[in-house]
């Protein structure tokens, strides 16, 4: 059935084939989208006119049913045209709130807008939940179908954490439970404690990555600096448990942001040389194509991380096309029943999904040698 939402004037719906290429929209069940019905709506966009600012966290996510949107960064560098899917899916903008773009409509346009909360709460109860049991066995067949990954390291087992138990609450995240025990403990053994007093900097946008951190007392925020570095927006937050810098040691690029305490704290800090040798193996893994192409005839999926403009005309053969920055923004829907391989344009951004996608209890893995080494069978033109 359609999903009706007050539009201009008269109520108006969406029809199955449009939602078909709206994600996450067509990720969802039936009874799912029922429940999205209230929190849609259509609305007009007169060319130049704005949707959004830098800075800006709106309310609901926005799609391009007809007509075009731009969106440019600060500097005016960087820009984006955003359009009604056509062999591909549309994808949500901002890309992560708050937004480091400004959109304005190329066009006179119509615009889907998706009360982002409601969807957010949908997305995640209609997730598969996350079984160690199952990872376990995910893990092992797909080590066996690769024939390359290291054989026999056990899932740890989930374990309560108390409060002030940031180990714990660390192990707690899907992803850390992939890594064996042996090297999860000399990790542990390795690890620094170090101080930090309120509005002290951990990490600088920008500078070389070195360590990786694990929040232990207090809590750290995550700012985007731009605008020259005048201007700067909360991107989020991490108490106990949480982990910071992993990004950058897997990309090996600077810093993406700065990460400075909020209240006093303590994080310990563990050399970036034993971060890529003890926990980056386990949830950054790497398969050739050959591999990949075997995995996938078995039931694995591709997921193309690529940015729009970096499409240049041809996508993957049956692949879910999700920009890198929706998935990081915790918007990837999918089973967890299914291994996934990512596929990216700039050999950097593969890995880290994929290390993100383990670390939230998904089986991932990333394609060696990016897009540039699909072959011609596998890819499709995009009208």
């Known amino acids: 059935s359609s999903l009706v939402w007050e539009g201009l004037g008269m109520p108006e719906s969406i029809e199955p084939d449009l939602l078909s290429n709206i994600y996450p929209l067509n990720k969802l069940s039936p009874d799912s989208l029922d429940q999205l019905q209230g929190g849609l709506r259509r609305f007009r966009l007169r060319a130049a006119r704005p949707l959004f600012d830098i800075g800006d966290s709106p309310e609901e996510l926005f799609y391009v049913l007809d007509g075009s949107v731009q969106m440019v960064n600060d500097t005016e560098t960087d820009f984006t045209d ?34 982002r909360a409601l969807l957010d709460r949908i997305v995640r109860a209609s997730s598969t939940p996350y079984d160690p049991a199952r990872d376990l066995q995910r893990v092992t ?9 290291e054989a026999g390291q056990a899932v740890q ?66 700012r985007v600096f731009y605008d020259g570095r005048r201007k700067s927006v909360k991107v989020n937050e991490y108490g106990p448990g949480g982990t910071v810098g992993e990004d950058a040691l897997i990309s090996n690029l600077p810093r993406n942001a700065t990460v400075r ?21 386990s949830l950054a893994r790497p398969v050739d194509c050959e591999v990949a192409m075997h995995m996938v005839e078995h039931g694995a999926q591709w997921v193309d991380v690529r940015m729009p403009k970096q499409v240049h005309g ?4 049956e692949a ?3 920009p890198h920055p929706i998935i990081r923004s915790q918007l990837f829907c999918a089973d967890r029943a299914v291994p996934y391989i990512v596929v990216c344009a700039t050999l950097r951004d593969s890995p880290v999904i994929a290390y993100t996608l383990c670390k939230n209890g998904f089986d991932a893995y990333f394609l060696e040698g990016g897009f540039a080494a699909v072959p011609p069978a596998q890819r499709v033109p995009v009208a």
């Open 320 to 322: 879910s096309a999700i």
């Open 261 to 281: 305490a909020s209240v006093d704290s303590i994080v310990m800090k563990l050399a970036g040389d034993d971060f890529r040798a003890l926990i980056k193996p």
């Open 82 to 115: 955003v359009s009604p899917a056509s062999g591909g899916e549309s994808i949500p903008m901002p890309y992560i709130t708050p937004s480091m773009h400004r959109a304005y409509a190329l066009t006179d346009s119509q615009i889907l807008g998706v009360d």
């Open 157 to 222: 087992a989930p374990r309560a954490a108390a409060a002030g138990d940031w180990r714990g609450l660390m192990l707690a995240q899907p992803g850390y439970q992939r890594v064996p025990s042996p090297a999860m403990d000399l990790a542990f053994e390795r690890m620094r404690p170090m101080r930090l007093r309120a509005a002290d900097i951990l990490v600088e946008q920008g500078e070389p990555a070195d360590d990786f951190y694990v929040v232990a007392e207090g809590h750290c925020e995550v």
């Open 141 to 149: 067949s797909a080590r066996a179908a690769a024939e390359r990954l």
């Open 314 to 317: 041809e996508r993957l053969r």
